[in-house]
C-alpha cells in the first residue's frame, strides 16, 4: 500500500503567521493554485480512497490533490490538526517559552496547559493509520495539517519515538509512504 500524506494549502491564517489548529479556516488563494500544482506534479494518479480532517481547508487539500469531489472525500477527526488550546490564532514568534520550546522540541519539553500532548497526537494518528491498514488500498491519499502530519510520519517511518518532527512539512507537500507486511518507509517527498 501507498500512503500519501498532505499538508492543507496556504490560509489567511499561515500568511498572516498565526497557530491556526482547530479554526476552521478555508484555503485563500494561494493555498487554492498550491494544491492544483501538488496535483499537477503527482500526474494522473486515481486514488482508492482520500482522507481528510474535517477541517475545511484539509478537505479541499484533498478533493483538489486527490482529484474527487468534496462529497467523497472521506472525513477523518483523527487526523484533525493539534488543539493548540490558549494559543490559538497567536503569533508564531509571539508564543512564550512554554508553548516556543514544545513545538521545537516537544521530545523534550512537555505540552502547556491547554495544548494537546503528544502522547494524544500519536495515539490518535496510529489508531488512525492501523485500521487504514486494513483496507485493500493501493494508493490512497491523507490530507491534513502540520502538526499531525509529523506523528502520521513518525508512524510511517517507524519511528521509535513515534514522531518526524524535522523538517517541518510545507503547505501542500506530499509525503509517500510505503506499508508492507507492518513495515513502513517514506518513498519520496513531492515539494
Known amino acids: 500500500m501507498r500512503i500519501w500524506v498532505t499538508r492543507h494549502g496556504q490560509t489567511r491564517l499561515n500568511r498572516a503567521k498565526l497557530m491556526q489548529g482547530l479554526t476552521d479556516e478555508p484555503l485563500n488563494e494561494t493555498g487554492i493554485r498550491q494544491a492544483t500544482e501538488a ?14 480532517s474535517p477541517l475545511d481547508r484539509a478537505v479541499k487539500t484533498g478533493a483538489i490533490v486527490g482529484g474527487v469531489d ?8 483523527r487526523i484533525i490538526e493539534v488543539d493548540f488550546g490558549k494559543y490559538e490564532q497567536k503569533k508564531y514568534f509571539l508564543l512564550g517559552p512554554a508553548m516556543t520550546l514544545y513545538w521545537a522540541l516537544p521530545e523534550i519539553f512537555p505540552a502547556p496547559k491547554t495544548v494537546e500532548t503528544i502522547a494524544s497526537m500519536k495515539a490518535r494518528s496510529s489508531e488512525f493509520l492501523m485500521e487504514l491498514e486494513q483496507k485493500g488500498y493501493e494508493n490512497v491519499l491523507i490530507s491534513c495539517h502540520g502538526g499531525i502530519m509529523r506523528a502520521l510520519s513518525g508512524y510511517l517511518t517507524d519511528k521509535k519515538n513515534g514522531l518526524m518532527w524535522r523538517p517541518k512539512p510545507h503547505n501542500c507537500e506530499i509525503r509517500v509512504f510505503e506499508s508492507k ?11
Open 181 to 191: 507486511n507492518g513495515k513502513h518507509k517514506l518513498i519520496r517527498t513531492i515539494k
Open 39 to 52: 496535483r499537477s506534479k503527482i500526474g494522473n494518479i486515481s486514488f482508492d480512497a482520500v482522507y481528510a
Open 70 to 77: 468534496p462529497a467523497d472525500v472521506i472525513i477523518d477527526p
